[in-house]
């Protein structure tokens, strides 16, 4: 099969994957068969496939050699993930159908993570976390099987290890990386420090007892409900959009589902069957500020996709990282906490915003030191290396760490202040340094604000000159431009100074 061949087959089956998967999520189908669109397709995981796409990466020169790579790393990525399909399966079936017993009753293991976040007694969060201590047991067996099967797929596959394999897919230097951060986590220690003791201080939690948990309720900032109604919730987004001379409601290309199914997920999430023609915004409302984010963020991709030059290489609009488009949808999340938008329209008092800002910019704080730690800690689990670090992040003369779950209970507390569980040590990492994605988009997100802000005001979303500027960025698909790319064509630096810039807003008082 040729390359236009091997494109066609590649698009048949991924439309196909993702209607079902969509149609699964939006509550119209009850089980989900992707098993039989998977043997359907099944010449798309021969080996041979990674031998013709290596071999034609090799010989490629210029602008196609970046194409031909990410069709590589499909190829590569199918091969994988059909070795581990029964694997995986039989790990999502055991998660979705594990229960565990709280208080006498079985609640459902996916259940209990917003259970912990809505309860405000730390004694019953801690037996919820200590209950599901036998599934995560469990599902840790699987990742571990999972990972070395990956691993050495990657390396026979590729010739590289892991970490230097995605290093190359993601155009990152991760260990380049990993130095500015650890910079970033000694600059940011004290403030973090302060602000956090401050805030576990509201639920009478003391910052040297802290643990991921307790973090989880400060989290879902309950107390602002009020100011996030349900029914007003895609009449802000319209708003938004409208202001930047776009207008959702009329986008042919684009479908929004605001039906409220019994089955379907009760998340917003955005599925880009066919760039550019085919993306779907899909919304189940339940009240709150982390609805209007969550869907905010989900809009960001929708409109990044509904707006990618069709005539791209189909590489360049389904394949490669996620680092871009993840840039676009933090940029509309985090007019949450813009206080001009909050004010101007979400009608919320100037007071109410500043002190909302203050708390959603903490909670920004923690997450992008979270992620931090999670890079650091990913590339030591990849390399298998167990050096010991002290609190800058730098490794001790002769110390090691007893075990794996050891080095992630540290790291991931020296980074938040708020000690997790050793259990999550598989549980928590992103498959592929996903990790990376979002630390760069986070970077390049505030940088870019900053950019809209200084061009076009704080006010930016009610530009249309705005809304032209960033058509013509997402106009570029999700690799038309790397996110470096993407930061020289913007006239930024792809590092931590515009989001402590961010941090700099707190109020330490």
Not at 245 to 258: G, S, T, W, Y
Request: aromatic share 10%; net charge neutral; proline share 3%.
């Amino acid at each position: 099969m040729d390359h236009a061949g091997f494109l066609k087959r590649i698009e048949a089956f991924e439309i196909a994957t993702s209607r079902e998967s969509l149609e699964h999520s939006v509550g119209n189908k009850k089980e989900l068969q992707l098993a039989p669109i998977y043997e359907k397709y099944a010449d798309l995981f021969a080996k041979k496939n990674v031998t013709w796409a290596a071999e034609r990466s090799a010989a490629m020169i210029g602008p196609g050699h970046r194409a031909a790579s990410y069709l590589l790393d499909f190829f590569i990525s199918c091969f994988v993930g059909n070795k581990l399909k029964h694997l995986g399966d039989e790990a999502s079936t055991y998660e979705a159908s594990a229960n565990v017993t709280i208080e006498g009753n079985d609640v459902p293991f996916r259940q209990v993570g917003t259970l912990i976040q809505n309860e405000e007694t730390r004694r019953k969060r801690k037996a919820m976390v200590n209950a599901c201590k036998p599934v995560k047991k469990k599902l840790t067996q699987y990742e571990k099987k999972m990972l070395a099967t990956h691993k050495r797929l990657l390396t026979t596959l590729s010739g590289k290890d892991y970490v230097a394999y995605y290093a190359e897919h993601k155009d990152c230097d991760l260990d380049a990386l990993a130095t500015k951060l650890r910079g970033f986590l000694v600059r940011t220690d004290a403030l973090h420090t302060r602000l956090l003791a401050k805030r576990l201080a509201t639920i009478k939690v003391k910052l040297t007892q802290a643990e991921a948990h307790d973090y989880s309720v400060i989290l879902r900032t309950k107390h602002y409900d009020v100011n996030f109604p349900k029914e007003g919730l895609f009449d802000a987004l319209t708003r938004t959009l409208h202001g930047m001379d776009i207008d959702i409601e009329a986008q042919q290309n684009v479908h929004v589902d605001l039906e409220d199914r019994p089955t379907k997920v009760p998340r917003a999430f955005c599925s880009p069957i066919r760039i550019p023609e085919e993306i779907h915004l899909v919304l189940k409302p339940r009240g709150g500020q982390q609805d209007y984010q969550t869907l905010l963020h989900e809009a960001g991709h929708t409109e990044h996709f509904a707006h990618t030059d069709a005539s791209l290489a189909y590489e360049l609009k389904h394949m490669g990282g996620h680092a871009v488009s993840e840039t676009y949808a933090f940029l509309f999340e985090y007019l949450t906490i813009s206080e001009a938008w909050l004010t101007d329209v979400m009608d919320m008092p100037a007071a109410v915003s500043r002190a909302f800002t203050q708390e959603l910019l903490e909670q920004k704080l923690f997450m992008f030191r979270r992620y931090c730690a999670k890079l650091l800690y990913e590339l030591k689990l990849h390399r298998n290396d167990l050096a010991m670090l002290n609190e800058k992040f730098e490794p001790v003369a002769g110390a090691r760490y007893p075990s794996m779950n050891a080095c992630y209970t540290d790291i991931l507390t020296k980074g938040t202040k708020t000690k997790y569980p050793k259990e999550n040590w598989l549980l928590d990492v992103d498959s592929g340094f996903y990790s990376c994605d979002y630390l760069r988009a986070w970077m390049l997100e505030a940088a870019l604000r900053r950019t809209l802000e200084l061009r076009f005001g704080t006010k930016w979303y009610r530009s249309s000159e705005a809304g032209d500027y960033l058509k013509e960025l997402w106009s570029s698909g999700s690799n038309g431009r790397t996110i470096t790319e993407l930061a020289a064509h913007i006239g930024v630096e792809l590092d931590t100074k515009a989001i402590e810039i961010d941090f700099a807003r707190l109020d330490v008082s």
